[in-house]
């Protein structure tokens, strides 16, 4: 057991008063900065990647100076990867997601990250994830805005447990940034980094999400990231379904986790006998093909939920896109690459939930009767809280990234399911599993 957290301990009601004003002054210029750097990454993200797709698309045609045109695609892939993972040499901390890093600050199993993680953060998740990499922009977004928060205590001057706690705090604006979803955010400090409700931590936690996602919205917009009519509340019968659903996506999100570990120990194997960058690179390179010939297989994957959720795709494309993103998912983030896994995970989530709609709707008496952008949501709730083991804000997270509710009721029967089939196998939380792994001797 690990000894009691000081920084966590004297957050009683007795202390809310003691220098709050300027904890919470503090924390909303740190929320001003987080939405700043968090929204000039998410869009040049979408850029870069929107850019570079349409250069896959010109060389098909075209090649690039003599060379045809998917060696072109392996080489620049390849080459970008590979340079993300050797920016990780000055900074380790900023391999991976970097949430799991978040979390071992805040428990003293590990140092903030310095503030020159927060560039190669920024400039490594962009080579990794603009060609392709299915990587989700959450996890730099969150540790760069921990890494602003620490700055700003240090600058500020704020005593010990101020510090850790603007550091976490400020990494939920990271949150709300990267999908527009600030409540999320919120919940996600709360729930996953923290596991503890203060008055002192709430308050906090508010002004540096509310700072951020209105700097976030006010330079670059307020869309929300799934676009689609407004869905019907779903009935009592569905509730059995879905309740069942949550009860499958629990193992499945349990087999996921392993599937993630297990692609860590693979190229950690690999990567013996040649440079981690190397071992990147070529992990790159073969993504960059798959991008190149199929791009709707490749990416984080909010492009591919979207057409999940207003076009109606075969059950055989579905399958495949399942079963090829289940494997891209741990092979991206096994090289240790500046990148997330919340968008990856949201995708398979919707690829199964659509995949059950197909199944429900060949039953001749209910045809047509399972709306596919309704189980593909529940779908993305259901598995996030299986693997990250969060079911408030993976509930919060899909609510606000589709500006929807009438699915509430569905969405926490099935996160509490999911949420009690992984925990009855016994299963670690990913980044529980991942702090373990980056904190043993």
Known sequence: MNPPNSALEEESLETTNHDLFRLVVVAAIAGIAVGIVGGCFHWLLLHGQSGLAQRFADWKSNGLFGLPGWIAAALIAGTAVGIARWLIRFAPTAAGSGIQHVEAVIRHQ???????????KFFGGLLAMIPGMALGREG????????????????????????????????GAGLAVAFNAPMAGVAFVVEEVSRRVTTRRLLTTLIAVGTSIAIFRAYFGNAVAFSMDSLKAADAASLFIFAGFGVFLGAAGVLYNKS??????????????????????????????????????????ESQVQTILTHTLSINTLVMLLLVRWAL???????????????????????????????????PSIAGGADTATYAMVGMA???????????????????????????????????????????????????????RMTKP
């Open 260 to 301: 993630i570990l297990f692609g860590l120990n693979l190229f950690s194997a690999c990567t013996r006998k040649i440079s981690p960058p190397i071992g990147a690179a070529m992990v790159g390179a073969m993504v960059g093909l798959l991008g190149y010939w199929q791009p709707f297989l490749v990416g984080g994957g």
């Open 140 to 171: 730099p977004t969150v540790q760069m805005a921990a890494v602003i928060g620490s700055q700003c205590g240090r600058i500020f001057g704020l005593n010990r447990d101020d510090k850790f706690l603007l550091y976490t705090a400020v990494a």
């Open 110 to 120: 590990a140092s903030p990250a310095p503030l020159r993680a927060l560039p190669i």
């Open 329 to 363: 998912g741990p092979a991206s983030y096994a090289p240790g690459l500046p990148g997330g896994l919340f968008a990856p995970l949201l995708l398979v989530g919707a690829t199964m939930g659509a995949i059950l709609a197909s199944v429900i709707n060949w039953i």
């Open 382 to 436: 259901a598995f996030f809280t299986a693997v990250v083991r969060a079911p408030f804000t993976g509930v919060l997270l899909i609510i606000e990234m589709s500006a929807n509710v009438a699915l509430t009721p569905a969405l926490l029967i099935a996160c509490v399911t999911a949420a009690l089939t992984a925990s009855l196998m016994r299963a670690e939380p990913i980044y529980d599993s991942l702090r373990a």
